[in-house]
């Protein structure tokens, strides 16, 4: 019986059997990529759980005495108790990480569109304008973020919205860093000066060459860095400068929750550990990300 | 006019360590005076070592460096004075195929969007145009236009070459510049890109400027060839005339230093030293610290580059005197 | 020839080395036999992909994971078992018996550390004497490689010497102990034409200098001429031609090699007149020979037996080729490019 021939590129490669035998000892998959497994499920539940946010939460979360106040974890119809106004944590808990996941990401992602921007208009144009631009930034940069948000928030009023713009003006040094290094690398590439011989302007090369390239990198950055907006975000509305009462996120929830930690720890520390629970599942999920997005074996 | 390329006084000085208040810094002359002709339909090989120039001088040639001193002019324009968008058009004729085959092409476009981009930019055709010109242009290649949809890291070395070549010449240029195009490929690769350029030649009715450090691969394809040292040319003759009688010491320092695959012939003149640095070139004449037939006129006076014989020009006092241990290997 | 000839300095049977990566084992040297005898310069050619890298790291044992020597490789050195050997004891031949010489100079030397400091770690590993002693012989190897002014030399650091000096450098790293054997992985490859010229001189004359063997591992046929006793070509992890110089060039056995030495420009060449042959297709890489002869399908004269892989074939001289052709003698060719060059 004649074993079929294989082929690979107009050049027979040898008999089926002979590749088989060779191939199939050692065969592996690749290795499961945890991080990218546990992260994204971590982010996934949280996402549903803040759509599905009207449908799941049995109460009114800004109700007052829905409930006996400080009821503990596992109450009859409250399942995450409630706090000392007698508010249904499990619904504030809910509705509160619409506000934070959303606040954490929308920073993320302008801090990224401006970063990105400037990164790389800093790092392919170099000269003045580089120059320029790393000057303002490092100045950005020079301020502790708490201290830059607060001075934002100050002027423009405490609300979500000025937080997460506070945060996000604060993070764009550090991701337009990132970029710039990023696109030093890039520019200095064959392709670039090819592309340049064949007559394309600089703003060509920047869309279609640089950013393309860059683009792996600010994903992978991306979803850690949400994870690091959610904390700062959670943090400014822990300081009442975020969210304003009665609007609450996980922050002020957290800030709520000291006041009663000796009387309902269990409860108090909820909000806690969904912030952790963010964080840890977007940080985990980035991480992976990069993984995939940016293999060490230089592939690109 | 016959000459398509002329390169006129260029000159291009890097200088060198960050700026220092009141001090000038040291300069790198790449390329240190050259005058240069490419006649239509020819191809001129450059041959040279590390820091030698050439292919500093390919990209001035093709504009993408701005000399410090001279002049480019192709085809009767002064490409140092054209405007921006005239610069565009005349991107359209002179291309350029480069050494690397794995930096020189953009791991995330397809070989589609690589071979179609000068079209893009330049607005040629429409989508449906512009997929035919590139399937042919590949077949052209000797590759099946079924991998337009595949990425330059699925590729072979010789493959990749393919690949930038059918990207530089679907913007029908007339003049070519190949800066090593061979150097990273295998050798049994080697001859089949070589052999794809010289048909490309004919075919395409083209003129090269071929930059290579292997005088062998040089001098199989070129008709004249013009030998670099330290950012000045010191030969340039018809390739026979070259490689039959090299005038200029360092000529036939390089042809006795080039292996050949012949057994039992041995390297006989060897030069002494090092390759110097661009930066600080010697007084007079450049080569002189590893010339064995250096004398006071050679750290006194610069030897310029002149016609000894019909065609043949060298930069040396003492041009055709052979230096010791050079033996003529052509029959 | 047996293990027990003493002129035989290092022997490889079958050697075999094989990667093992998470979705194919790539067989990079797969059944190479090599002899190299006391004094002699064996040059292995071949392409990317043939396996000579592999074979001169195979043989300073200096193979690491994924990669391994599989069983059954024999790798005989002065009539002792290479592979048998202890980490420890191997150590003891690394620098010492056998040493090697990369193609990147710059990769091998410490940038931290001075030139000098590096050379005298060379030998302090494997002698017992003092610093002063050790510096002094430091010192002669400079001036052996021809390094100019080898005292002010040794204070100074990787990056303020050239690229042909850092050769020379490693050269002398490498030889300080006075190596049986030494082995060269391209090492002119990275080098200027002129430079290079000085550096195979610099090899021949320590060789002539010690009665060092000499493993040259490259790919420029060139080199090879000028440099080697006996060439061995490889294709697909395993030698297909071995010979004199004077035999490979002058009447090439295996296809392969004839193809090779077809399709390299000469100089003298030009391609109106000695068109290039090429060689059609690619090598198919280390987890994808075929079976029968590797070459096959990109040989010119493959016909059915080549279904089955040839064995070496003892042509009259001393020169072998794995070619189902050559069973029945020595081929003639038509004349080959090189033809064209004067004779020395």
Not at chain 2, 232 to 254: G, M, R, S
Not at chain 3, 245 to 250: R, W
Request: hydrophobic share 45%.
């Amino acid at each position: 019986m004649a074993d079929p021939v294989v082929v690979s590129g107009g050049v027979p490669l040898g008999t089926a059997a002979g590749i088989d035998a060779s191939t199939a000892r050692g065969k592996r998959g690749r290795r499961p990529n945890n991080y990218l497994l546990v992260g994204g499920t971590l982010v996934v539940v949280l996402a549903l759980l803040s759509v599905l946010a009207p449908l799941l939460a049995p109460a009114d979360p800004n109700a007052l005495g829905s409930g006996s106040p400080l009821l503990p974890l596992g109450a009859p119809d409250h399942l995450l108790g409630t706090d000392m106004l007698g508010r249904d944590q499990l619904s504030r808990l809910l509705y509160g990480g619409r506000i934070t996941l959303l606040a954490g990401f929308s920073a993320a992602i302008l801090s990224a569109v401006f970063g990105v921007l400037l990164g790389m208009v800093a790092g392919f144009l170099r000269g003045p304008v580089d120059s320029v631009i790393m000057r303002v930034l490092d100045v950005l940069m020079s301020f502790p973020f708490i201290l830059l948000a607060i001075l934002i928030v100050a002027f423009a009023g405490p609300s979500v919205f000025h937080a997460l713009l506070a945060i996000a003006i604060a993070n764009v040094p550090f991701l337009a860093r990132v970029i710039r290094g990023e696109t030093l690398r890039v520019r200095e590439y064959e392709f670039v000066v090819a592309a340049t011989a064949l007559g394309a302007s600089r703003t060509w090369i920047l869309l279609r060459h640089v950013l393309p390239n860059v683009l792996p990198l600010v994903l992978s950055v991306l979803f850690v860095n949400v994870g690091w907006m959610i904390s700062q975000t959670s943090a400014l509305s822990f300081l009442g400068l975020g969210a304003q009462p009665p609007t609450a996120d996980w922050g002020t929830m957290l800030a709520e929750a000291q006041s009663y930690m000796a009387l309902n720890g269990g409860v108090a520390m909820m909000p806690g550990l969904m912030i952790l629970l963010a964080v840890v599942g977007f940080n985990l999920f980035g991480l992976g990300l990069k993984q995939i997005l940016l293999p060490e074996d230089g592939a690109r | 006019m016959s000459d398509l390329l002329r390169v006129v006084g260029v000159k291009k000085y890097y200088p060198v360590g960050r700026p220092r208040l009141g001090r000038r810094r040291p300069l790198l002359k790449a390329v240190d005076g050259v005058d240069l002709t490419v006649r239509r339909g020819e191809t001129l090989g450059m041959v040279g070592e590390t820091g030698c120039g050439k292919s500093t001088l390919g990209r001035t040639a093709l504009g993408l460096v701005e000399p410090t001193d001279g002049e480019i002019w192709f085809d009767g324009k002064n490409v140092s004075r054209l405007s921006r968008a005239q610069l565009k058009d005349h991107r359209k004729e002179v291309q350029v195929i480069f050494q690397d085959p794995m930096g020189s092409l953009d791991p995330r476009m397809t070989v589609e969007q690589l071979v179609g981009e000068g079209l893009a930019i330049h607005g040629i055709g429409d989508r449906a145009e512009r997929h035919r010109v590139v399937a042919d242009m590949l077949e052209r290649m000797g590759l099946s236009p079924s991998v337009m949809g595949r990425r330059p890291a699925e590729f072979s070395g010789g493959q990749r070459q393919r690949i930038g070549i059918a990207r530089a010449l679907v913007l029908r240029p007339k003049f070519l510049v190949a800066d090593e195009p061979v150097s990273a490929l295998d050798v049994s690769i080697q001859s089949q890109v070589l052999n794809l350029l010289a048909e490309l030649k004919r075919d395409f009715d083209l003129t090269y400027l071929f930059i290579a450090h292997d005088l062998a691969v040089v001098g199989y394809i070129s008709d004249r060839v013009a030998v670099m040292y330290l950012g000045k040319i010191v030969e340039i003759a018809p390739t026979a005339d070259l490689y039959k009688n090299p005038l200029h010491p360092y000529t036939q320092a390089l042809l006795s230093a080039i292996p050949k695959p012949v057994p039992g012939q041995r390297a006989r003149a060897i030069l002494k030293g090092d390759l110097p640095s661009p930066i600080d070139p010697p007084s007079g004449c450049r080569f002189r610290l590893r010339c064995p037939l250096a004398q006071r006129i050679c750290a006194e006076l610069e030897p310029p580059l002149q016609e000894k014989e019909n065609g043949h020009l060298a930069a040396c006092h003492f041009a055709g005197e052979r230096i010791a241990g050079f033996q003529e290997f052509v029959k | 020839m047996t293990a027990s000839d003493p002129s035989v300095l290092l022997q490889v049977e079958d050697l075999r080395v094989w990667f093992d990566t998470p979705t194919e084992v790539v067989r990079a040297v797969d059944g190479m036999n090599l002899t190299i005898r006391r004094g002699e310069t064996v040059c292995l050619v071949g392409e990317s992909g043939c396996g000579k890298s592999v074979t001169g790291l195979a043989l300073m044992r200096l193979i690491d994971p994924p990669g391994r020597i599989q069983e059954g490789s024999r790798i005989t050195f002065e009539g002792n078992d290479l592979l048998g050997l202890s980490e420890k004891q191997m150590e003891r031949i690394r620098g010492n018996d056998i040493a090697m010489v990369f193609q990147e100079p710059m990769s091998s030397l410490n940038p931290v550390q001075t030139v000098g400091a590096q050379i005298v770690e060379a030998v302090r590993l494997h002698q017992d004497v003092s610093r002063k002693a050790a510096r002094a012989q430091a010192e002669e190897a400079l001036a052996l490689v021809g390094m100019p002014s080898p005292k002010e030399r040794m204070g100074n650091y990787p990056h303020e010497m050239s690229g042909g000096m850092r050769q020379r450098v490693v050269i002398a790293m490498a030889i300080v102990c006075r190596p049986k054997l030494l082995i060269a992985d391209e090492p002119t490859t990275a080098l200027d034409v002129t430079v290079q010229a000085q550096i195979m001189e610099l090899l021949e004359r320590l060789q002539d200098e010690f009665g060092m063997s000499l493993l040259h591992i490259t790919h420029d046929l060139g080199v090879v001429a000028e440099t080697a006793d006996r060439v061995a070509v490889a294709y697909g992890g395993r030698v297909v031609e071995e010979g004199s110089a004077a035999e490979i060039y002058g009447h090439p056995q295996h296809p392969y090699t004839e193809a090779l030495l077809r399709s390299i420009p000469v100089l003298g060449m030009t391609h109106t007149q000695h068109p290039l042959s090429v060689i059609r297709g690619m090598v198919p890489g280390g987890a994808h020979w075929p079976s029968g002869c590797r070459f096959a399908p990109r040989c010119d004269y493959s016909f059915d037996l080549c279904a089955e892989y040839p064995p070496m074939v003892d042509l009259s001289s001393g020169q072998s080729a794995a070619c189902w052709l050559c069973e029945s003698g020595p081929r003639s060719l038509t004349t080959l490019p090189t033809a064209g060059l004067a004779d020395v």
